[in-house]
């Protein structure tokens, strides 16, 4: 079974606060992707990687940077938090790189809290 | 206008009911339609996944596509307590070369015993 690994479940953080989310895949995706989820909004896209090294923004960028030193590791960055970043993020990974298909795995997620 | 609506509910059925759940979509583009199921405090896992017009059966769960409505649907028959989370639907198409997926908002279903 393809198992996406997210380090923190529960993140309490103090505005201001640099914050690291880690992201690890088992199954040599190509493919991994930030999201968070807010009730009413759905899913939303923070950032994508294709390949080691590789990024690009997704819809809302702003205030996050991530890392992807290793193929099977995605980190999201927050470079100084702030109370509209309290969300559910979630990672997720996928095999075909770019094309139509490829299913997403998701990681059971990282709650974050800023206060 | 957002290009994927789903109605959040939530959504209370009695066990043994069939469950339609329900999404439009405006962007023609979308060529490949998913449903994710999200139990709570667990992240989406995919369920059914469709690319044409027409019905998918897998057990007790069908999935409908109608690409000249912009209407996807999923049915869920003789609904259990286990069917109990928030359904995602999903949609996929190229937008400006990339293929992306786009999320509806998830309705919140609640099956009871």
């Known amino acids: 079974d393809v198992k996406v690994t997210q380090s923190s479940r529960y993140l309490v953080k103090r505005t201001g606060e640099k914050v690291f989310l880690e992201c690890v895949q088992d199954?040599?995706?190509?493919?991994m992707f930030w999201y968070r989820q807010d009730p009413g909004l759905g899913l939303r896209l923070i950032y994508f990687?294709?390949?080691?090294?590789?990024?690009e923004k997704g819809d809302i960028p702003e205030g996050y940077s991530v890392s992807r030193e290793k193929k099977e590791r995605f980190s999201l960055i927050l470079e100084s938090a702030s109370t509209n970043q309290t969300s559910m993020y979630l990672c997720?990974?996928?095999?075909?790189?770019?094309?139509?298909?490829?299913?997403?795995?998701f990681g059971e997620g990282s709650r974050l809290t800023v206060l | 206008q957002k290009e994927v609506e789903q109605d959040p509910g939530p959504l209370s059925v009695p066990e043994g009911a069939i469950v339609s759940l329900n999404c439009t979509y405006s962007n023609s583009a979308f060529q490949y339609f998913m449903w994710y199921r999200q139990y709570s405090r667990k992240g989406p896992e995919l369920l059914m996944y469709?690319?044409?017009?027409g019905n998918k059966e897998d057990g007790r769960f069908t999935a409908q596509v109608d690409k000249s409505s912009k209407y996807i649907s999923l049915f869920i028959r003789d609904s259990q307590p286990s069917d109990s989370a928030t359904y995602l639907c999903a949609m996929k198409g190229a937008t400006s070369g990339t293929y992306k997926y786009i999320f509806g908002t998830g309705t919140r279903l609640k099956v009871l015993a």
């Open positions: 997720a990974s996928s095999f075909q790189a770019g094309g139509p298909t490829g299913e997403l795995f």
């Open positions: 199954m040599d995706h190509e493919n």
């Open positions: 469709t690319y044409s017009s």
């Open positions: 990687s294709y390949d080691v090294k590789m990024k």
